[in-house]
């Protein structure tokens, strides 16, 4: 079936992915708050509406690509619109947390809409491509219906099962090492700038450390799983006073301390429930621990 696709928002991301349907033959209508923004997409040939209600009026599916889930609220839930919606498939693809996917599924049963949550990994040039993942969580009959059309969005278009949280509980997941493996990288290359290090030098080290860390995190995964934080390798008691030094390094430059700070704020939370001695995946008990507050 030739879908007719409605995308709103014309930020980076929507406009990306309302390019990618307009070329691959979908009849693409697209909506943004600020309209100067869907010029481009005009000019490509995609139809432009002037409302939200007009643009889902003819619609089959509508992708959402809003900044989050509390903009996507105050577009969608209005009378007007969830009528013109009752019947047709809602792809949420805005970033937000599980409970907010449940939110908006509910309120989607409500409406007679058919929804799914999807979350993107990657950035807007990526749409369309082999880098692509994205997952997508809701009725498996939905996605189905739904997939010749989010298929265009990425060779890995990926159905996570029915729970509709699990999408977002994906990427949430992913980005917090994500997001947590960046600023790592960014503050270490700050350290190898400061220190007049060989340009280019820190990337290529980083890089050489990569299939150690694999085997670093299929032993955390482990210990996890197991339970099991006995080590006989690094204590955590010595992870706590190297990555000091990561302080003290900051503090002799008068630069910003706040991620190595973090850092040792749970080892030392950890070592005072007595882990001194235990293996550094222990960490997961006070990351894990609703209890645990910053010292
Ligand atoms: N860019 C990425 O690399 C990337 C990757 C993965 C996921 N995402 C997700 O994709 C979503 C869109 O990101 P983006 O990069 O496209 O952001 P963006 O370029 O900043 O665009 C934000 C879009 O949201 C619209 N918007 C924000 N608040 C609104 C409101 N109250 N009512 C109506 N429209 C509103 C903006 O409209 P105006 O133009 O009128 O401001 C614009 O269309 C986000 O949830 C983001 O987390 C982005």
């Avoid at 100067?36 to 997409?41: M, R, S």
């Avoid at 889902?56 to 989050?68: F, L, P, Q, T």
């Avoid at 969608?76 to 969830?82: G, K, S, V, Y």
């Amino acid at each position: 079936m030739n879908y007719k696709v409605t995308v709103i928002g014309a930020g980076r991301m929507g406009s990306a992915l309302a390019t990618v349907l307009f070329h691959k033959g979908f009849a693409t209508t697209v909506w943004n708050r600020t309209g100067a923004k869907t010029e481009v997409l005009s000019r490509l040939g995609l139809s432009v509406a002037r409302s939200v209600e007009e643009s889902v009026r003819e619609a089959d599916i509508v992708v959402v690509s809003v900044s989050d889930y509390s903009s996507t609220r105050q577009l969608l839930r209005q009378p007007d619109i969830e009528t013109a919606l009752r019947g047709k498939i809602v792809v949420q693809l805005s970033s937000g947390t599980p409970k907010e996917a449940r939110e908006m599924d509910s309120w989607a049963r409500r409406c007679g809409i058919s929804y799914l949550d999807g979350a993107i990994l990657g950035s807007p040039e990526w749409i369309g491509t082999p880098a692509c993942t994205i997952f997508y969580s809701g009725p498996a009959e939905v996605f189905n219906r739904a997939k010749p059309v989010l298929m265009v969005f990425g060779d890995r278009t990926l159905f996570v099962g029915h729970e509709i949280g699990h999408a977002s509980a994906f990427d949430v997941a992913v980005l917090t090492f994500g997001i947590s493996a960046m600023l790592g990288f960014l503050q270490g290359q700050f350290v190898w700038e400061s220190e007049n290090l060989p340009a280019g030098g820190f990337l290529e080290t980083i890089k050489g450390m990569m299939p150690t860390m694999e085997s670093v995190f299929t032993d955390m995964s482990r210990r996890v799983s197991s339970k099991n934080y006995s080590g006989d390798q690094a204590s955590l008691e010595a992870y706590s006073v190297v990555t000091k030094h990561l302080v003290s390094w900051c503090q002799d430059r008068g630069s910003d301390h706040t991620i190595p700070d973090a850092y040792v704020n749970l080892m030392e939370r950890a070592i005072q429930a007595g882990k001194s001695q235990a293996d550094f995946a222990c960490l997961f008990e006070i990351l894990s621990d609703a209890t645990s507050k910053p010292i």
